[in-house]
């Protein structure tokens, strides 16, 4: 058994935002209360007690957007480095993507994910499945066998489905497996050989921009099409003003849609990237500073539904080519809590209250797993934060293979100093 005293325990499901005793057995949350009594706990099993003054006591995050490049780029990462930077990041659940090499479009590769993240047995790993079959857009994958086999939801990530017939019929698949189609919106004639947000900042630097419309005129075309189907779909990385009108105008009339905004679209914006360093070179690309105010209100007003992290670790020699050149993505797992806390929630741009509420309970409900909740019963997957805790991002700590994230080098504060998956401690800083 194990018994945290005295943590500042949030979990919106509940209704919780105070200080409370959590405490544990074979597993799952067995109470959760104020100045529980000693003696409701005599059952004379071996118990640790945790002083947990001062922390706060979260339910492991659910991180839906994660690149674990297993199979085929085990250079850049794999499910076994990728959930130890999970644990270390406090994310406890993790939905992986499936463009690798090969694609995840059929049974034998969703169920390899699912075997290896049990073995692994740190955060606990769901699969997506490829909506088309090597991604390519042209026919879709068996969705009910690989719903069947493990897969959560199915998405092209990495490309966007240029065929609007072919996006509605994942739709209408969607409704009868009630699996999340999610769409990665991007229309590759507008994006062109562009490497980031078009705009001024673009044009100084000489480079090619993507237009704000090539994510926005794709997430339009979804929602239309979620609410012609009445399909499930899930919109991710959210980055502009047009997507989030056209993700408002789904919502009110009442479709059966949601949207996720990864960290780095919320802290940092096109006049950030420097020219040298490709670790800043992301798609969809870092907003305009207007459209980094309005993520940041549709997140805290609950227009977008959850936070994500699309972690996509990128080998040192790809992401050292010259900006143009160099591989979209960063890695996020190891430094997304501690980035939204010191930039978010430390300035008051985002409550506590919220940020679980968007990085744990409604990816949770959305793709239906358990998890997200400090519910007596719920499994033990808990993170004990330290809001004061600091520390500079650096390659070496990283468990991640990768770290081309653009918050090298910076001292971020707040950090999980431990994380348990079923009552198990998987992660201590
Ligand atoms: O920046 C990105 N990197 N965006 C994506 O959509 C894909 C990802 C990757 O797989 O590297």
Redesign the pocket.
């Known amino acids: 058994m194990l018994w945290l005293k005295n943590a500042y325990v949030v979990d919106p499901i509940q209704g919780v935002s105070g200080v409370r005793d959590v405490v544990t057995r074979d597993g799952r949350i067995l109470l959760l209360g104020r100045n529980i009594p000693a003696d409701r706990l005599a059952d004379g099993g071996e118990m640790e007690v945790v002083d947990c003054t001062g922390k706060y006591l979260f339910p492991g995050f659910v991180d839906a957007h994660v690149?674990l490049r297993e199979p085929g780029q085990e250079n850049k990462e794999d499910i076994a480095s990728g959930s130890r930077a999970a644990v270390r990041g406090g994310v406890t659940s993790l939905i992986c993507?499936a463009?690798t090499e090969p694609v995840i479009d059929n049974q034998a590769l969703v169920e390899l994910v699912v075997r290896r993240g049990r073995q692994t047995g740190l955060a606990r790993i769901y699969p997506l499945a490829a909506a088309t079959k090597g991604l390519r857009g042209e026919e879709l994958t068996e969705m009910a066998e690989l719903q069947e086999c493990g897969a959560v939801g199915f998405s092209d990530?990495?490309r966007g489905i240029q065929n609007g017939e072919i996006m509605r019929l994942a739709l209408e698949y969607a409704k009868i497996t009630g699996c999340p189609i999610v769409s990665?919106c991007e229309d590759a004639a507008l994006a062109g050989q562009g490497v980031m947000r078009r705009g001024r900042a673009a044009a100084a630097r000489g480079l090619a921009g993507i237009p704000a419309t090539a994510e926005s005129v794709m997430a339009a075309r979804d929602v239309l099409l979620a609410g012609e189907t009445g399909g499930r779909l899930h919109l991710a990385?959210v980055s502009t003003r047009g997507t989030l009108a056209a993700l408002r105008a789904g919502k009110a009339a009442g479709w059966d849609i949601t949207a996720e905004v990864n960290p780095h679209h919320l802290i940092l914006t096109d006049e950030d990237v420097p020219l040298t360093n490709s670790s800043f070179k992301?798609?969809p690309p870092l907003p305009s500073a207007e459209d980094r105010e309005s993520l940041l209100k549709a997140l805290a007003d609950g227009t977008i539904d959850m936070l994500a992290t699309?972690h996509?670790p990128?080998t040192w020699e790809e992401k050292a080519r010259p900006f143009a050149e160099a591989?979209?993505?960063?890695t996020a797992l190891e430094t997304a809590l501690p980035a939204i806390w010191t930039y978010l929630v430390r300035p008051g741009l985002l409550s506590v209250e919220r940020l679980v509420e968007a990085f744990a309970r409604r990816p949770a409900e959305r793709f239906a797993l358990r998890a997200g909740t400090l519910r007596p019963g719920a499994a033990a997957d808990m993170v004990l934060f330290d809001p004061d805790y600091e520390e500079t991002v650096s390659a070496e700590r990283m468990a991640s293979k990768s770290a081309n994230t653009p918050f090298l080098g910076r001292t971020l504060r707040g950090f999980p100093i431990k994380t348990w998956v079923e009552g198990r401690l998987v992660f201590e800083r």
Do not use: Q, S
């Open positions: 690149h993507m463009n990530d990495g990665h990385h992301v798609n699309d996509a990128h591989p979209f993505g960063m």
